[in-house]
């Protein structure tokens, strides 16, 4: 059951927008540093002192703005997300391997989810890319942009392909796949295109409807919270590679919803 609050959506997403803005002080500053310090965690992946720091920062900012909601975050740990409480899913550079080589496709990622495990804003700002993603619940998916030294603002919504043969798909690699490794290259051969953007970016461009569908096999909540909201609020599905609703599946298919149950069906 989903606890009451004071906060209207909007002000959900106002507060994710005041973090992204938090995040991307830090995270431009940081980027191509000459003095990035760059660590290796447990699972061998890397991590920045600005990984931290953003999610400090944004920590700090929550522990003041909304003391009542938990946060979850990839850097600093994940609470009992069962109190029911709401709580902030942070991903503080999602694409950390692009931002240390200096590749420009890097975002920090945002999400407000409901006790119920729904969650109900995002924002996804690339600073790099002089782009912002946001949605809520019921309030449809934006992309602000700027060109030149002007601030564009746009509702954002998926394309109507509605064959497989004809889609555009994006993906991040051929890791992690397992069994399904061999279904989904043979899969390529059969679809319009295939294209690795990888990370965030696939997903964003979904919701833009630049693409038709997006898939990573192994993924954590903070990799996806946000990409769920703002995916299904410019009318697309969000699920796991097995076709379950939400971002707690451990792996991510996004797409315009004509041609999600095709394709989970070609990849077995």
């Known amino acids: 059951m989903t606890a009451s609050r004071s906060f209207s959506l909007s002000d959900d997403l106002a507060l994710a927008q005041k973090l992204a803005d938090i995040a991307d002080a830090i995270s431009q500053d940081r980027y191509q540093a000459l003095d990035l310090v760059i660590e290796t965690k447990p699972d061998a992946s890397p991590?920045?002192?600005?990984?931290?720091?953003?999610?400090?920062?944004?920590?700090?900012?929550?522990?003041?703005?909304?003391?009542?909601?938990?946060?979850?975050?990839?850097?600093?740990?994940?609470?009992?997300?069962?109190?029911?409480?709401?709580?902030?899913?942070?991903?503080?550079?999602?694409?950390?391997?692009?931002?240390?080589?200096?590749?420009?496709?890097?975002?920090?990622?945002?999400?407000?989810?409901?006790?119920?495990?729904?969650?109900?804003?995002?924002?996804?700002?690339?600073?790099?890319?002089?782009?912002?993603?946001?949605?809520?619940?019921?309030?449809?998916?934006?992309?602000?942009?700027?060109?030149?030294?002007?601030?564009?603002?746009?509702?954002?919504?998926?394309?109507?392909?509605?064959?497989?043969?004809?889609?555009?798909?994006?993906?991040?690699?051929?890791?992690?796949?397992?069994?399904?490794?061999?279904?989904?290259?043979?899969?390529?051969e059969k679809v319009w295109r295939t294209r690795g953007y990888g990370d965030f970016w696939s997903h964003m461009l979904v919701a833009e409807g630049a693409v038709d569908l997006a898939v990573e096999p192994s993924l954590s909540l903070w990799d996806m919270a946000a990409l769920d909201i703002i995916v299904r609020e410019a009318g697309g599905k969000f699920t796991s590679i097995t076709g379950v609703d939400g971002s707690h599946g451990k792996s991510a298919i996004s797409s315009n919803g004509l041609i999600h149950a095709d394709f989970i069906k070609a990849i077995g």
């Open 47 to 188: 991590v920045t002192d600005a990984d931290k720091a953003v999610e400090k920062a944004l920590r700090d900012e929550l522990a003041k703005a909304r003391p009542e909601d938990l946060v979850a975050g990839e850097e600093f740990g994940v609470p009992d997300l069962t109190t029911g409480a709401h709580y902030w899913v942070i991903d503080p550079i999602d694409g950390t391997k692009n931002f240390l080589r200096g590749v420009p496709t890097w975002a920090t990622l945002i999400a407000l989810v409901n006790p119920d495990g729904v969650v109900i804003a995002g924002v996804v700002s690339a600073p790099a890319l002089n782009r912002r993603w946001s949605a809520a619940e019921g309030l449809g998916a934006y992309l602000a942009f700027t060109s030149g030294s002007v601030l564009n603002l746009e509702q954002i919504c998926v394309s109507k392909v509605s064959k497989l043969s004809d889609s555009s798909i994006a993906y991040s690699d051929l890791v992690g796949w397992g069994d399904r490794r061999q279904k989904f290259i043979d899969l390529q």
